[in-house]
């Protein structure tokens, strides 16, 4: 079965240190998203991609950045890990733009990433 | 102002009591509607999407959109205890490429 998987799931860092977050999807999707989620603010948008060598930044993209070299994967890097940074981060891919009647536009998540910065 | 509020709860029904869950935006701009439930520690995954104002039906669960006051709801019938999770509206302008804009989420419980 096609799925979209992160890892690591719980990842303990110091505050100064580079670490990345790796999503892989198998559902051949062009679009894929990160969200971090915190209590009080829901789901924030980070970045997002529509396809290979394309990267956007969304609400909350300040010290992270991503790359897309294939369709399957997008990985985030935290360059300079924050505290502020501790938090949950999900990644989601979707089949492309709303523009098509037949594309509900659901993003499918991945099951998460906690990642604390002490 | 947040462009999508969502009351955060915790929301604690007893098993079978109708569930009523709202979110209001300010973007008039917005069309495409919908609401992900998430469980604890787990990814949200959708529950129902509509592009429309008025109503929409899936087995105990229904969306409602009213455009003109910028307010989406979801009730949810006859609650099972496997209904207790957090859930989040998410809302986007149309062919925005999957760009949704999320609530807060509203945990609820349902007491057996």
């Known amino acids: 079965d096609a799925e979209i998987t992160q890892s690591p799931r719980h990842k303990i860092t110091e505050t100064g240190r580079q670490v990345t977050l790796a999503c892989h999807q198998t559902?051949?999707?062009?679009?894929m998203f990160w969200y971090r989620q915190d209590l009080g603010h829901g789901l924030r948008l980070i970045h997002y991609?529509?396809?290979?060598?394309?990267?956007n930044k969304g609400e909350v993209s300040d010290g992270y950045s991503v790359s897309r070299s294939n369709t399957e994967d997008l990985p985030l890097t935290l360059e300079s890990a924050a505290s502020s940074q501790t938090s949950v981060y999900f990644c989601?891919?979707?089949?492309?733009?709303?523009?098509?009647?037949?594309?509900?536009?659901?993003?499918?998540f991945g099951e998460g990433s906690r990642l604390t910065v002490l | 102002q947040k462009e999508v509020e969502q009351d955060p709860g915790p929301l604690s029904v007893p098993e079978g009591a109708i569930v009523s869950l709202n979110c209001t935006y300010s973007?008039?701009?917005?069309?495409?509607f919908m609401w992900y439930r998430q469980y604890s520690r787990k990814g949200p995954e959708l529950l129902m999407y509509?592009?429309?104002?008025g109503n929409k039906e899936d087995g105990r669960f229904t969306a409602q959109v009213d455009k003109s006051s910028k307010y989406i709801s979801l009730f949810i019938r006859d609650s099972q205890p496997s209904d207790s999770a957090t859930y989040l509206c998410?809302?986007?302008?149309?062919?925005?490429?999957?760009?949704?804009?999320f609530g807060g989420g509203t945990r609820v419980l349902v007491k057996p």
């Open positions: 989601a891919s979707s089949e492309s733009s709303l523009a098509g009647i037949s594309n509900t536009g659901e993003l499918f």
């Open positions: 559902w051949n999707h062009n679009n």
């Open positions: 991609s529509y396809g290979v060598q394309d990267t």
């Open positions: 973007n008039s701009a917005f069309q495409y």
């Open positions: 509509t592009y429309s104002s």
């Open positions: 998410a809302i986007a302008v149309w062919a925005a490429g999957n760009k949704l804009t």
